[in-house]
């Protein structure tokens, strides 16, 4: 099946987002709590904000005006001093960070402001140069660089004149070639598309996927703009201050798209594997260890996404399963204690979904149910 | 960090020619300013020691407590004499000075004192501005007669084209018919409008008051060494036969005692270095003006800059570029024009105005320093741009 041949990619990207390791961690921040003005006039603007993004991920930030969003924005970008609380962008803890270091972190961001803020006297080349100068790359591995970033931006014809004779969105592609020629690890933008049309915001949207997915630049955005919401792995929505919600979207779709390569789930309508799928959690076990112990009343259904397992029923081996099997559901289906144990063989990663919820999928798709049952009785 | 390759301090300061030549406007305003003033400190100074500059002499002797040539005081002629069959002295010269009581009056104008050089034809120790002894020098051994200063005050009243010809103008001289025999060049300064040249014999006919001999007393003593001696080595030697009321002096010295008691001891000095002093600070307000305005224009710009990590040096080093290229831009003009009005003040004043170059170096180091100091106080607010506020 040619579906298959991608699906370790997709689960190796799963995993990667779901599990992700100390040093993947792009950004954390946590309990970070700020204020403007001082003395009675003194208000605070973000409430214990707390926010993970893996290297690589593209996050969009929503929220109304004075949400918090921008502030947080320049904050994570070093524009702001951190007043409570722990913030580690690229590794480094911003709190009490000394000045030297904010300017040598700042280098290694990309910044795209909402206005373009390109010098008039320099031309479009010039400006983007401003951003290869300060690493102080040799104008031999620099020039080729700056030309491609602006012949990609649809500016071939454009390198060598001034702001002046350039379309608010001309300008805005320079100022956005300027934000990520130096291949920054961290790129932040304030509406990058907003002054660009269809086609040229798409244009900017495949750059930042190729940023994020080649060279592992995380991406945060603070956008309204609905058109470009397909790229993002994670939507933050602020309110008053707060991260009201912090949704992974990529993971929901990427376990659908592994889920429906299972016999169990294919028959199941869009909407439903959605909804399984967004219930769904992804653990990890070592080998040797039991995930179902006989006798122990049940409460997750297992599907089995890497690794293998054996199952055993009172001592006695019954059976190896692989990726796409699953296991469990007899308890949760018969409310009746584990029947058998499963005990890791390698390392194992499964998709697991609570008895509630479980129950609650049977519930309402009976294509499922009958699934399950089918399955049931072809085992015995 | 090296300077950035985009020469951005360049590129604003050229962008906008309208603003360019507003901004060199300014800052050539404020060099003219300082070349004026300093042109005039000296002016006076050149003007008044220039008279010194053309003496044909090694050594001056002199009565020490004359402070300053104006002040009139005399030594005996005998002392003088006695250095003459020292060794190493070539010749002897008196210069006899009249000024105060020297009034000039020519018939329809004011009688003005002038001042009058007296020395004895037969050695001409005066040289004209071009280093030649005026020609017209051996008319004055006629009685009664003079060579006038071409560059004497227009408010004598003396009639310039018939002097050059020898023709005769009613002038009076102390009291006493003077004919002018001829003109030469020497200028004014601050305490003298006019000169009138003419011979020891004529001098002493016109200034009887100053005693039974009115040669007896000389106003500045001029030696001539022989050439190859040991100046320094002679110097010390005459010096030791000399009186104390009398002091000898290499010519440059005396030059340089005469500007210091003008710098020093009249408040001339300061008042000029008070004028060149506010060309300055107009320049430095102006030029100031200039930076602090391109700086508010690129506020996002520069706040961009900060953000995408560029530190303190980098804009320290934008905005001196810029002070520095403002300042030299801004100085050529200033130059050229300064130089055009010092032609047109010396016609009207008949002050020296030398433009040498080490002046004009001066008022280019003072033009940095000036574009500098706006520099550092514009670039607090470049500094105080705040990235934060680009989001």
Redesign the interface.
């Known amino acids: 099946m040619a579906e298959l041949a991608t699906q370790p990619e997709t689960l190796e990207r799963l995993l990667r987002n779901w599990f992700p390791t100390a040093e993947q961690m792009s950004i954390s921040a946590h309990a970070v709590n700020h204020f403007y003005g001082e003395g009675d006039a003194r208000k605070q603007v973000l409430f214990d904000n707390r926010l993970d993004v893996r290297a690589g991920e593209i996050v969009i930030m929503t929220g109304p005006s004075g949400s918090g969003k921008t502030t947080l924005l320049t904050l994570l970008g070093t524009l702001r001093r951190v007043q409570e609380g722990s913030l580690k962008v690229l590794g480094t803890e911003l709190n009490g960070l000394e000045q030297r270091l904010v300017i040598a972190l700042r280098k290694q961001i990309g910044f795209i402001f909402q206005a373009h803020n390109l010098f008039e006297s320099l031309t479009a080349t010039q400006n983007v140069r401003m951003a290869t100068e300060l690493l102080g790359l040799p104008a031999t591995e620099a020039e080729p660089r700056i030309e491609a970033i602006l012949r990609r931006l649809g500016l071939g014809q454009r390198l060598h004149y001034k702001p002046k004779s350039l379309s608010g969105g001309q300008k805005q592609r320079v100022a956005i070639a300027r934000g990520i020629v130096h291949q920054p690890r961290l790129i932040l933008a304030d509406e990058p598309t907003a002054a660009l049309d269809a086609e040229s915001g798409r244009e900017v949207v495949t750059m930042f996927k190729e940023l994020a997915e080649r060279d592992g630049c995380t991406i945060i955005i603070v956008t309204h703009d609905n058109r470009i919401l397909d790229v993002a792995d994670r939507i933050v929505n602020m309110v008053d201050g707060r991260i009201k919600s912090n949704v992974l979207v990529q993971k929901t779709a990427l376990l659908c798209q592994i889920l429906q390569q299972y016999p169990l789930f294919r028959e199941l309508t869009p909407a439903v594997l959605a909804s399984v799928a967004d219930k769904m959690s992804l653990q990890r076990f070592s080998p040797g260890s039991e995930i179902v112990r006989q006798g122990e009343p049940g409460t997750d259904f297992y599907v089995i996404a890497q690794g293998e397992v054996e199952v055993r029923t009172s001592g006695k081996f019954l059976t190896r399963l692989d990726a796409g099997s699953y296991f469990g559901e007899v308890s949760l289906l018969t409310e009746q204690p584990r029947n058998a144990t499963v005990q890791a063989v390698g390392e194992v990663a499964c998709f697991s979904l609570a008895k509630e919820d479980f129950q609650a999928v049977v519930a309402t798709s009976g294509s499922f149910e009958q699934q399950l049952r089918q399955a049931l009785f072809e085992r015995q | 960090?090296?300077v950035?390759?985009?020469p951005?301090a360049w590129?604003?300061l050229?962008?906008d020619p309208r603003k360019l030549a507003l901004a060199l406007a300014g800052v050539a305003f404020a060099v003219l300013l300082m070349f004026q003033q300093r042109g005039f400190n000296h002016a006076l100074f050149d003007s008044t020691v220039e008279l010194v500059r053309r003496l044909d002499a090694d050594l001056l002797v002199f009565n020490r407590a004359r402070f300053a040539l104006t002040s009139e005081l005399r030594f005996p002629r005998e002392i003088l004499e006695r250095l003459a069959s020292e060794p190493g002295v070539a010749s002897v010269q008196p210069l006899y000075l009249e000024n105060k009581l020297a009034s000039a009056h020519r018939a329809g104008f004011p009688a003005r004192p002038i001042r009058v050089l007296g020395f004895e034809l037969s050695a001409l120790p005066f040289r004209d501005a071009a280093g030649e002894v005026p020609a017209s020098l051996a008319t004055l051994q006629r009685p009664d007669t003079a060579l006038l200063d071409r560059l004497s005050k227009s408010y004598y009243g003396f009639d310039l084209e018939s002097a050059q010809q020898g023709t005769e103008q009613a002038v009076e001289l102390a009291g006493r018919q003077l004919q002018i025999a001829g003109l030469f060049s020497l200028g004014c300064d601050f305490a003298h409008e006019g000169n009138l040249v003419m011979s020891s014999e004529n001098f002493a006919r016109y200034f009887r008051y100053r005693g039974l001999d009115p040669l007896a007393v000389v106003d500045l003593g001029l030696v001539k060494l022989t050439s190859g001696v040991d100046r320094e080595e002679v110097l010390a030697k005459l010096r030791a036969k000399l009186p104390s009321s009398v002091e000898l002096m290499k010519r440059e010295e005396f030059e340089q005692r005469e500007i210091g008691f003008w710098a020093r001891s009249t408040p001339i000095g300061v008042i000029f270095a008070i004028g060149a002093g506010i060309g300055f600070a107009v320049g430095v307000i102006i030029c100031y003006q200039i930076l602090a305005t391109d700086i508010a224009d690129?506020y996002?710009?520069f706040?961009?800059?900060i953000?995408?990590?560029?530190?303190k040096k980098y804009f320290f080093q934008l905005v001196l570029q810029q002070a520095w290229l403002l300042a030299i831009l801004g100085y050529l003009p200033g130059l050229v024009l300064s130089w055009m009005l010092f032609q047109l003040n010396s016609s009207w004043t008949g002050l020296l105005m030398n433009l040498t170059w080490e002046r004009a170096l001066t008022i280019l180091v003072l033009t940095l320093v000036m574009c500098s100091l706006s520099g550092l106080l514009a670039i607090r607010k470049l500094l105080a741009a705040?990235?934060?506020s680009?989001?």
Not at chain 2, 307 to 311: E, K, R, S, V
Request: avoid cysteine; charge should be neutral; hydrophobic fraction near 40%.
């Open positions: 960090m090296t950035a390759s985009v951005l590129k604003n050229t962008h690129h996002r710009e706040a961009t800059l953000a995408m990590g560029y530190g705040d990235p934060a680009l989001f």
